[in-house]
C-alpha cells in the first residue's frame, strides 16, 4: 500500500486566495482526519470522517475552512479566503475503526 | 477533554545511550500511540499500544492503562533517532487522537 497520500507537499500563496488540499486514506480505511501543526499550537484536530461523513467538525478555526469527503479514496480541505495565521502544516491520516492511525506526510502551507 | 502531558520537553543524549519518554493522560483511553516525527517533519507510527508492553528493535513501549501513563523506551540511540516523539490517546468513543506537546530528542555523534 502507498500510504496515505497528501498533495501538494509545499503551497505558497497570497493572502486572500482559495487553497484547495487533497488527501488519499489507505484503501479500506474507514476514518480520515484532518490535522494541523503549529509551533503554538501544536497538533490539533481538525475534521474527522467516518464512512465518508464528517463526524466531528468542531476543530474547524472559522467558516473559512471547510472539508469534504465526496468518496471513500478522496478527501478535501479548503481554507478561502486564506490569511497569513493560517501558515502550518496539515496532516491528513487514516484508521481502520478508529485504531492505528497512519499520517500522510503533510502539507506545507505559506500565506504571505 | 483528555488532557496529555509529556516528559521531558528536552532530552539530548549521546549516541549510544538509552533514553527514557514519558506520558501521562487524564482519562481512561481506548487508542494510545507513539510516533516520532523525523526532521522532515513525517509522522511515524510507532506502536499502538492501549495497554501492555511491546517491542520492536531498539524501541520498546510500555502503558499501564489503570495508573494513566505510558512510556517509551530507546535504547543504543543513534542519530537518526532524533526528532519529536509524540503520545496520542483518545477517550472510548471519541475516535479522535489528541497529541500531547511531544519530547524533542536530540542525539550527538
Known amino acids: 500500500d502507498a500510504g496515505v497520500i497528501q498533495s501538494p507537499r509545499h503551497e505558497v500563496t497570497e493572502m486572500g486566495q482559495e487553497v484547495t488540499l487533497r488527501c488519499k486514506p489507505i484503501s479500506g480505511h474507514d476514518y480520515l482526519f484532518w490535522y494541523r501543526q503549529t509551533m503554538m499550537r501544536g497538533l490539533e484536530l481538525l475534521i474527522y470522517f467516518n464512512n465518508n461523513v464528517p463526524i466531528d467538525d468542531s476543530g474547524m478555526p472559522e467558516d473559512r475552512f471547510s472539508a469534504k469527503m465526496p468518496n471513500a479514496s478522496f478527501s478535501t480541505l479548503k481554507i478561502q479566503p486564506s490569511e497569513p495565521r493560517d501558515s502550518a502544516v496539515y496532516f491528513c491520516a487514516s484508521s481502520l475503526f478508529g485504531f492505528g492511525y497512519t499520517f500522510g506526510s503533510g502539507t506545507r502551507l505559506t500565506v504571505v | 477533554g483528555i488532557q496529555v502531558e509529556q516528559s521531558p520537553p528536552d532530552l539530548i543524549l549521546q549516541e549510544g545511550a538509552n533514553s527514557t519518554l514519558r506520558c501521562n493522560f487524564s482519562d481512561s483511553v481506548n487508542n494510545l500511540q507513539w510516533f516520532h516525527q523525523n526532521p522532515w517533519g513525517q509522522l511515524i507510527n510507532l506502536f499502538y499500544?492501549?495497554?501492555g508492553t511491546k517491542q520492536n528493535g531498539r524501541l520498546s513501549a510500555t502503558t499501564v492503562a489503570t495508573e494513566r501513563y505510558s512510556l517509551l523506551y530507546i535504547s543504543s540511540s543513534q542519530t537518526t533517532d532524533s526528532g519529536v516523539y509524540f503520545c496520542a490517546v483518545d477517550n472510548p468513543g471519541a475516535q479522535k487522537l489528541v497529541f500531547g506537546q511531544g519530547t524533542r530528542l536530540t542525539i550527538n555523534p
Open positions: 499500544i492501549p495497554s
